[in-house]
DNA sequence: GGAATTCTTCGGCGCGGACCGAAACGTCCG
DNA sequence: CGGACGTTTCGGTCCGCGCCGAAGAATTCC
């Protein structure tokens, strides 16, 4: 059998184009789902303007990234959440087994933010993240000894939350994803991005810098204790 | 924020493991669930066997598989699922939307039987696999509608046939997997991988050819109707 | 209109890595 | 014990690509 897989080459440019040690750095970056300009990649992955201008020339001619043109401005974000999810399972499984020590105080600090409460592109993360998940379980709104979906009593608690679920697609309601400083599963999805998005909007979470991480606000840690049963006090 | 995630370089070598057109078929090639001997991916790669001994060195060492001597022979398979799961979802990623032309008759002739019925390192698809799901999900065994995970009828459904359920570590019970041919979910996790084990070891399905095409025997014709209602006539 | 900002295009440099063939090593078999 | 076979190591070649700086295009601000 001398015949070469016909997908062959087009895993191979795909790997490529996350093969690169920059382009890697900006699709970790747009993981917080939000645009990013390509002078803030630039800076951020530490290359000049003119380099950086090529990497998201291939990465959206590869589909990886969407772009939106605003005068001068050049915001790029990953293309969808298929691709996004895409990234996270690459993460999650070079994700060291060991936690790697900190090289500085102010990456310590970071780092430790990010392990409490962060997003996933579009979902919640982290400690929180986990937290949810679990009380979902526990309660028996979400079920995962069978696989991982919302259960009858679970779509009635998003109902009366006042969380929408919007059936959009082929986006499966419940996905788990999984979490590459707990390495365990949390919830993805439509019903993951909804509770993140609610969170974000009814001020239960506020992000913090610029980048992914977030912390639970007052008003949150009551809503997480009345709904779930979850104390978020230390990922305040 | 000139930070480099810390985490961007293990993300670049791990898709630089896959983004050599090389590397990739044999992957792809590994995606069968089974073992290969060096040579045989030299020649199913058609590179000397001495450039595909320093590849097999490089995916073994990054992780992605898994050897055993035995003699002579350096025999090599895919490391774990979570493993072939990940080559699976890139594949999904680059799945072309337009079926690409094959270029010749036996091409032709092997793609069509790919699509008809393949293993996907350890569970079943193509249009058998959906058609499978599809009609677990039709009785009522399977539950896409809020995520993916069986229902107790579907747990009863599978001690009934005869089909062991081990739960083993962390990996779960039911899980989708995006079929690159079909564009759908199909099932995979343990239930997925038990069910094509069962078929094969059953004679519901035997191996064509070298690779992860495979076709329904006439017990299995019978077995699918009787256990499941599905018409696989057409996957012979 | 001119200046500042943002991004892109281009030429050129240098490193990394994929490839092969030849030779060495080990294993199996007659 | 010698020959066939599968695999590995090594030296050498060559191409691809990531990088920069300088110059150019587009847009916004003053």
Redesign the interface.
């Known amino acids: 059998?001398?015949?070469?897989?016909?997908?062959?080459?087009?895993?191979?440019?795909?790997?490529?184009?996350?093969?690169?040690?920059t382009?890697?750095?900006c699709?970790?970056?747009l993981l917080d789902g939000r645009a990013w300009t390509a002078g803030e990649l630039a800076?951020?992955?530490?290359v000049a303007p003119s380099t950086l201008s090529e990497h998201l020339g291939k990465l959206v001619a590869g589909g990886l990234l969407a772009e939106e043109r605003q005068g001068r401005h050049r915001y790029v974000r990953l293309a969808d959440t298929?691709?996004a999810?895409?990234?996270e399972?690459?993460?999650a499984?070079?994700?060291?087994g060991a936690r790697?020590t900190?090289r500085s105080l102010?990456?310590a600090g970071?780092?430790s933010a990010m392990a409490r409460a962060r997003t996933c592109y579009d979902h919640l993360a982290g400690r929180l993240g986990i937290a949810l998940t679990d009380a979902l379980t526990g309660r028996g709104l979400l079920?995962?000894?069978?696989?991982?979906?919302?259960?009858?009593a679970?779509?009635g608690w998003f109902a009366a939350a006042g969380i929408p679920l919007e059936r959009t697609g082929?986006r499966?309601?419940?996905?788990?994803c999984l979490d590459?400083t707990e390495r365990r599963?949390h919830l993805a999805?439509v019903a993951g991005a909804a509770l993140c998005r609610h969170a974000l909007e009814t001020g239960w979470c506020v992000r913090i810098?610029?980048?992914r991480a977030v912390k639970v606000t007052a008003a949150g840690e009551r809503a997480f204790l009345d709904l779930l049963g979850v104390e978020a006090g230390s990922l305040r």
């Open positions: 059998m001398t015949s070469r897989e016909p997908q062959a080459p087009r895993l191979a440019r795909l790997a490529a184009l996350i093969a690169d040690e382009r890697a750095a699709l970790l970056a800076r951020h992955a530490g298929r691709t999810q895409l990234v399972d690459l993460v499984q070079v994700s060291p790697p900190p102010r990456e970071a780092h079920r995962q000894d069978t696989g991982f979906a919302l259960t009858d679970g779509l082929r499966p309601l419940a996905r788990a590459w599963p999805g810098g610029s980048e």
